[in-house]
Every structure is written in structure tokens, then in C-alpha cells.
């Protein structure tokens, strides 16, 4: 009798079985989820155990429980391929005599675990009827969840662990937990196909390639997870996703049912994972780092810090790769603000180098252009009001009785704001950024009514205030260095302050404007020299492209179409952007001829007769300023200046 083998404490069968449950209790083996506070076995290290020396440890135990039996001893090496976590449970329930029943059936291999619900044809023991509630009882331990990239969205028991062996709360807002997690090795396969099994002494969780961060929303938050999971995949449809933060997965798991309310929405936990910050978030970034006091670091600083704008690119403008049938769509991020600005050191040790990546995606919106012309509109998003600009302002009594339609311009508001700060904090520190924010909270036009909500706001409700030009001009005097480069850099931006939302700066442009302005003063200052000089340096092909999407812009801008002229010139900037040519005249003449659409754009919407009075000062500012700016390229071009 099987039963009657068990109860041999001499027999080798119960000396396997003893060896075999001591290593499962051992400290590197059996595990604890910080999560659940559930202890959990690390699977393949079991396998690699029982698999060392030609499976001489699995063999032995085989032999034991078929010693009297030997027609229905499995075969290991499928034992130990496919039914490792199978013979564990019976270990555990004391029915490792069992294992050629599940053996005999594919559908009782590991691959099914857990099981939920008791399947048809489940094998029984004599007749015993608590069989299967003592394997259900004690598979949880055995099966712990695989992080993949393509893992299952729900995870259908509040009983399965998650092998998340360290976590570090970061930050709570609105919509859910940030935290820290290490994720066990032999359990993470978000960045690669096969778990690492080597000498795993440890869990290994606090690698960096093991190491993530875990958003868990607030129950009442699911929306925003819907909205953000959907976001994330969203862009993953672009074929350039810079800057960025990098998805992995995300899941839903239920409640406790003895945790769970009758809004179904509340039924489970919901979860994101992201790749993790080292160096924290913008403001935390400021309030912890000292701004740059040497040349180049100010420089490097400026360069990786205005490359944001490729991220708000990325959002605006998702274009499906070629081949793909999804549509082009708009995106509005909506919350851009130092807390969803991330910042990675990326193993570099000048804190002046980071990368900084647009994160939190809970209140955007994507929404397909249907190949349509003109500035795409959406419902305002509500959502940051410190950095967020005049025309989402809602006084409270219009709060909830206004839907107003915004464009895209609502986020380069935002980042013209973050900007700012920046401006502040590299000439006066954090001090001087606080300062900077109390100032415009005490601004003149803060009325005691609008108080609290216009609290810290660049603007008054209609445009910005003057106290941002005033403290950008405090912030350049006090640099002892690169004030010339500060003074460009605030130039560039101020584009994004512009009143009339339809005509800030798109992304691109100011992504192209900033980094020009860098470039021009590394030129000078530097001595760093063009990298690529001329059309010549580009294959022919490539050249040819160019020069017929210049040729093209200039025949649209001739035909008063300046949408089309800035679609030819965006696809002029993707060739430039791929040989990476940055420094050279013809880099000007493409500045030329955008500053020269933009103003003729203006001038056209003065000369419309249906143009409200009251606007057509704003377009003659905005035409002005370009076309100073076109003045001052031709002038810069011209062999005389040179």
C-alpha cells in the first residue's frame, strides 16, 4: 500500500520526501511577497535542484514512491519539465504517490495552474472527498505569478501571489500609490524571454533589470487606469517614443470578496508597471539637486531638459508605422507638470546629464484626426490649474456648467511654464523657485474671490502675468555664466505663452527652436563644430527627398497653404533628424521659412474680414514677432553678417 510506505520513517521514500521538503523551507526557496504578505516557493529553483547531477535527486524520489509500483512511475523528465509545481503541492498534502494521476493528463500539467474551480475528470484518492480541497488549499504557494509582457490583464483570484519581494512607497496623488518594487528574478520576464537561474542566493529583486515601479489606483480611480493603460498602448503605436516612460504591463486582480463593495468597478485592485525613476520627479529633482554653475554643464543641463518637447511630439502626433491600418491620431497629455516629468540618471553620475521622460497619462485623450486639416479641438481635460493655461481657467461658479474645447496649445502652456522654472531654479536655486511661486500668487490681479484657484498660475486668467518676465529676468542677472544662452532659451519659449492657443508653438517647432538656440551658442562659445555641414554630406537619395520637400513648402506657402507647407517642412525635419544635422545654414533657412509661414499664417487672419476686432491686435503681435525673427535669420545668412 502506498498509504502504508509513507508511515516508513526508515524507508528511502520518506528520506527523499524529507530532503525534498527541507529545501522547499529554505530561506532562498520559500519566499514572501511584500504585497500579500504571502510566502510563496520559488519554482525554478526547485526545478534546478532536482534537476542537478542528470536529475539524481528526482530519480531517487521516483524510484522510492514506485518501488512496488514501477508500471506507473512517470517519466522525469517530464516530471521535472512539466509537473514540477504539480509535485510540490502533493508533497505538501502528503500525496506525492499521486503524481502519475495528474501525469497521465496535459491538462493537469503546471501550465494550467492554479486550478479555480475543480476540473471534471480531477484525480481522487480512495474515495477521500477532501482530496481536492486540500490541493486547492495548497497550490497558491506553488504557482506565483509570471511577469510578462503579454500576461494575462486579470488575474481571476485574490488568492495568487505576486512575487514582488520589495517594495518603497514613493508618492500618493489623486488617482493611486506610486511605488518602488523589486520583482523576483526567476519571475520577471518583462524585459527579456527567459528568467535568469543561476546562482540565486538571493532574490535579486533590488537589480536594476529587476527593479520597477507599481502604480496602484485608489478603488474609485479605475477610470484614470482605463484611461492610462490606454494611453500607454496608444503610443505604443508610434514608431518614435522618445522621452517617454517605458509600460510593461498592467493587470487587475480581485479583492478579498470579504474586502469587496457591490460597485463593480471596486471588485478589484488595479496595477501598472513602469520603469523606475532613480533620480525621482522634476520638483524633486529641483528641491534636492544644485543647479549647475560650470559652462558645459549648463549646456548639457539645457540640452537634455528641453528634449521634452519630444516627448509632447510623440503625444500630439501619433502616426502609425507603414504597413499599419490604425489611424493617424491627436493626443493631449493634459497634466504636464513637474510631478509627471520623471528623471533617470541613466547610469551617467553628472547629475546635468539626466533624461527626463513625460510620465502620467491618467486624463489624456487620443483621438483620431480623420485625415482633417486644422488645429484638432478636444473637451478640455481639467486638469493641472498651476501650469495650465488662461483658456481652461473656469471661475468657480462656471465650474460645472463649461465644456470648453482646447487644443494641444494646453500643453505646451505647460511646459512653457515648467520651462520657466527651470529659468528660476538654474539662476537662484530652489529658494529662489519658491519664491518665484509665492510672487505670482501675490500678484496684483489676484482677487480674494479668485484666490485659490488661480493659486500660483502664470497667468490671470486671460494672459500671463508680468511677474514671470520680471523673475525671468532676476533669475538671468543673478548667473555669473551662460546668461546669453538662459536669455535665447527664454526667447524661444515664449512662444508658448501666447494668449491665442492656436497659435503657440507647436511641439516640433519648439523642440527645433530650443535646440537651435543651444546649438548657435555651443557654436560660439564652445568652439564645437558642425558634426554635418552641407546637403552634400547626406546620401543622394536622401538629399533629393529634402530639397523636394523644401521646393514643395515653398510652392504651398506661394498658394497661402501654410497647413500644407508645415507638413512638407515636417517631413524636411524627420531627414534632418536622421542624420542628425543640426549646425549649418541650411538648419537656418528651414528656421526661415517656419518663422515666415507662421507670419504669413497671422497676416491672413488679419486681412479676413470676419476676424473680430478685438483679436486682430493679438495676430498683429504675433506676426510682428515672426517676422522680426525672419529678419534677423536673413540677416544672420547673408555673406555680409558672416
Known sequence: MAGARTQNHGSPQLASIRELKGFLESDHVLLRSVISNQHFVCIPEVKKYLGERNCKRLKELLNALYKENGC?????????????????????IDKPHRIHKFVRYNE???????????????????????????????QWRFCAVLFKDRMKKKISSHKRILPITAMKILNTGGSGTVSKIGIHACYNLLRGEHPPHGNSTTDMCSEP?????????????RESYKCETKAYKTLSENPKLPLITTFYCDFEQEKDPKDQTENE????????????????????????????????????FWKHFCEIAKALYSVHTITPQTGDHSEEQAGWHYDV?????????????????CCFKLTDFGISLFKATDGKRGEPMAVDGCGTIMYGPPECFRFRERWLNTSAQTSQGVDIWSFGCILSEAVVWMGMGYAGLEKYRTARNSHPSRSEEDYMELSSCFHDGIKKIDTVDEWHKKAIGSLQVADELIRKIVEKFESCFIDEARLRCKADMLDFMLSKARVEYEQRKLGISPQLS??????????????????????????RDTKG??????????????????????????????????????????????????????????????????????????????
Do not use: M
Open 108 to 138: 493537469f500539467n503546471d501550465e494550467h495552474l492554479p486550478f479555480t474551480s475543480k476540473p471534471g475528470n480531477f484525480p481522487t484518492d480512495k474515495g477521500r472527498t477532501d482530496f481536492w480541497l486540500e490541493f486547492e488549499e495548497n
Open 72 to 92: 506507473n512511475k512517470p517519466d522525469c523528465d517530464d516530471v521535472l519539465r512539466n509537473y514540477t509545481s504539480i509535485l510540490c503541492i502533493l508533497i505538501a
Open 337 to 353: 507638470k513637474p510631478e509627471n516629468i520623471l528623471v533617470f540618471s541613466n547610469g551617467r553620475s553628472s547629475d546635468y546629464e
Open 534 to 559: 552641407s546637403l552634400d554630406t547626406l546620401d543622394r537619395s536622401q538629399s533629393t527627398l529634402l530639397k523636394s520637400h523644401l521646393s514643395e513648402a515653398e510652392i504651398r506657402l506661394g498658394q
Open 209 to 221: 533589470s529587476n527593479t520597477y515601479a507599481l502604480k496602484t489606483y485608489h478603488p474609485s480611480e
Open 565 to 642: 507647407a508645415f507638413e512638407e517642412l515636417e517631413a524636411a525635419k524627420e531627414i534632418w533628424d536622421k542624420f542628425f544635422v543640426k549646425h549649418t545654414k541650411e538648419l537656418l533657412e528651414y528656421d526661415l521659412k517656419i518663422c515666415t509661414a507662421y507670419a504669413k499664417h497671422s497676416r491672413q487672419i488679419i486681412e479676413n474680414q470676419s476676424t473680430p476686432e478685438e483679436k486682430k491686435s493679438r495676430f498683429i503681435k504675433n506676426a510682428e514677432y515672426y517676422e522680426s525673427e525672419a529678419i534677423v535669420i536673413r540677416n544672420y545668412l547673408s555673406p555680409e553678417a558672416r
Open 265 to 300: 468597478d471596486e471588485k478589484c485592485n488595479s496595477y501598472v508597471i513602469v520603469e523606475y525613476a532613480d533620480r525621482g520627479n522634476l520638483e524633486e529633482f529641483f528641491q534636492k539637486t544644485k543647479p549647475p554653475s560650470e559652462l558645459q554643464d549648463i549646456v548639457n
